[in-house]
Each structure stands twice: as structure tokens, then as C-alpha cells.
């Protein structure tokens, strides 16, 4: 992909399962890469030539700050947003008004916050937001609020964003994957990713899990010179779970003559 090499990204979630990988994908393709996360021992195990580490609480508005002020003090410029940190705090119907706002805070307002602070940079370097949505963005699903209306509004954000921010020379899309093996995957299953598989075969057509790099290759390519004409569009990694929409991947018609 072009125009990747000697830029420089910030990934918030950096730390996660999806986070590393893109910082990888990343790393390997010649860019320099912030990653912030409140995870700091998991963060810092990242740390390599190229690959610096920020503690950050998208909760504080001074960590937003000194991030930016940081990776401009190490990198000198600022290219990529890639927002892949999440809330996944959720109790459905019982979800108390405190829960709600911490949730939206992270999932929402906090990269909002990222891009006031990073936004002079990315309008000079002509530089790109990756924003993340979901398959839940789109569907209901039982005993779950919090995270899918955050979802949904993400991809609203990645609109208005697209729109107020082209002037500026900034292209702002999302991704929404379908099951990939992630941190909250590997905590429900105590790591057992064959079960994760199974269970999640029914409702994608190619009848597994992503892997946390095929959703990273989709975020590249929107940071990418190759997608410079696309923007306010969100990209769904999802083995084909968007198409299937309320059908299953088993046929339907022959259970009901069996």
C-alpha cells in the first residue's frame, strides 16, 4: 500500500488483541506508531524501534493532550488516528445512567476529544481517521444497549467527521468487524478459540472468526494513499455476517421437511 512509510499513527487500543495487530501491520509497512492504551504493561511490551507507548485515559483530557504533545516531541508529526479502544460495559436494559456515560465517554467522546487535539496535524499532513463501528452497529441484539448504540453512533460520527473535516484535507472512515478473535473474545472463552469458531460459524458466511490481522489489513488500506478518494464509508470485516442479515448459515428449508 502506498503512502504509509515514514508517516506516524496513534492507536488508541493499541494494547489489545485487534490493537497490536495493526500496530504491526503498521510497523511493517515503514510507519511510526504511538500506542496508547491504559494497559501499560501490555503497552510497553510493545515498544520497539518505531513503537513508542503512551499511557492514556480517553476519560482525561490531559492525557489526550500530552499524547499529542508527546508524539509530536518524538515523532514530529501526526498522520493516522486509528480509535480501536472500547468499552465494552454493558447491561443491557439495566444499565445504570453511569455506566451509559462512562461507556459513551470511552467509545465515543474520547476520540472525538483525539481529533480536536490532533486536528491542526492531521490537516497538515492531509491525514486519516479510522474510527471503529461494529456488526452490532446495525442489528438488536438480546441483553445488549450500551455497546451497539455506541456502535451505531460511531458510524453517524464517522459522517459528520468525513464532512466536516474534507476541507481540511482528512479522510475519516470506519471498519466494523464481525466476530474477531479478541481480548473479550479470548476473557468469555478462557482462550479457547476452536470454541469461538463454532459458535460464531453460524452467523458468517465463511463460518469462522476474523483474525485480528485481516481487520488491520482493511485499516491500512483506508490510511492508505490507495483510498484517497474514499471517505465517510465504513468498511465491514465481517465474513459476511451484514449479508446474511437474519438468515443463518444452515438452510432453512430442508429442516422443515426433515
Same mark, same amino acid.
Given at each position: 500500500m502506498q503512502g504509509l512509510e515514514h508517516k506516524v499513527a496513534i492507536v488508541p487500543g493499541g494494547a489489545t488483541k485487534i490493537g497490536q495487530a495493526i500496530v504491526a501491520a503498521f510497523a511493517a509497512a515503514g510507519t511510526?506508531?504511538?500506542?496508547?492504551?491504559?494497559?501499560? *504493561?501490555?503497552?510497553?511490551?510493545? *515498544?520497539?524501534?518505531?513503537?513508542t507507548f503512551?499511557?492514556?485515559?480517553?476519560?482525561?483530557?490531559?492525557?489526550?493532550?500530552?499524547?499529542?504533545?508527546?508524539?509530536?516531541e518524538d515523532?514530529?508529526?501526526?498522520?493516522?488516528?486509528?480509535?480501536?479502544?472500547?468499552?465494552?460495559?454493558?447491561?443491557?436494559? *439495566?444499565?445504570?445512567?453511569?455506566?451509559?456515560?462512562?461507556?459513551?465517554?470511552?467509545?465515543?467522546?474520547?476520540?472525538?476529544m483525539l481529533m480536536q487535539a490532533a486536528r491542526a496535524e492531521l490537516a497538515r499532513n492531509k491525514g486519516a481517521i479510522v474510527n471503529f463501528g461494529s456488526i452490532s452497529a446495525r442489528v438488536a441484539q438480546t441483553g445488549r444497549?450500551?455497546?451497539?448504540?455506541?456502535?451505531?453512533?460511531i458510524l453517524q460520527l464517522t459522517r459528520n467527521q468525513a464532512m466536516d473535516l474534507a476541507p481540511d484535507g482528512i479522510r475519516v472512515n470506519a471498519v466494523s468487524p464481525g466476530w474477531t478473535w479478541s481480548n473479550i473474545m479470548d476473557?468469555?472463552?478462557?482462550?479457547?478459540?476452536?470454541?469461538?469458531?463454532?459458535?460464531?460459524?453460524?452467523?458468517?458466511?465463511?463460518?469462522?472468526?476474523?483474525?485480528?490481522?485481516?481487520?488491520?489489513?482493511a485499516v491500512l488500506f483506508l490510511c492508505s494513499d490507495d483510498?484517497?478518494?474514499?471517505?465517510?464509508?465504513d468498511i465491514c470485516v465481517d465474513g459476511g455476517y451484514t449479508a446474511m442479515g437474519p438468515e443463518r448459515a444452515e438452510a432453512a428449508i430442508p429442516q422443515l421437511m426433515s
Open positions: 511510526r506508531v504511538v500506542v496508547a492504551d491504559i494497559n501499560a *504493561e501490555a503497552g510497553q511490551a510493545l *515498544e520497539r524501534d518505531g513503537i503512551r499511557k492514556c485515559n480517553l476519560r482525561e483530557d490531559a492525557d489526550i493532550g500530552a499524547l499529542v504533545a508527546d508524539t509530536l515523532w514530529g508529526r501526526i498522520d493516522f488516528l486509528v480509535n480501536v479502544a472500547c468499552s465494552y460495559l454493558d447491561n443491557g436494559a *439495566e444499565s445504570t445512567r453511569a455506566e451509559w456515560l462512562e461507556a459513551l465517554d470511552v467509545n465515543i467522546v474520547g476520540s472525538v444497549w450500551v455497546y451497539p448504540v455506541s456502535k451505531a453512533a476473557e468469555l472463552t478462557g482462550g479457547d478459540r476452536a470454541k469461538t469458531d463454532t459458535v460464531a460459524a453460524p452467523f458468517h458466511l465463511l463460518g469462522r472468526t476474523a483474525h485480528p490481522e485481516e481487520v488491520a489489513s483510498a484517497s478518494f474514499i471517505t465517510g464509508t
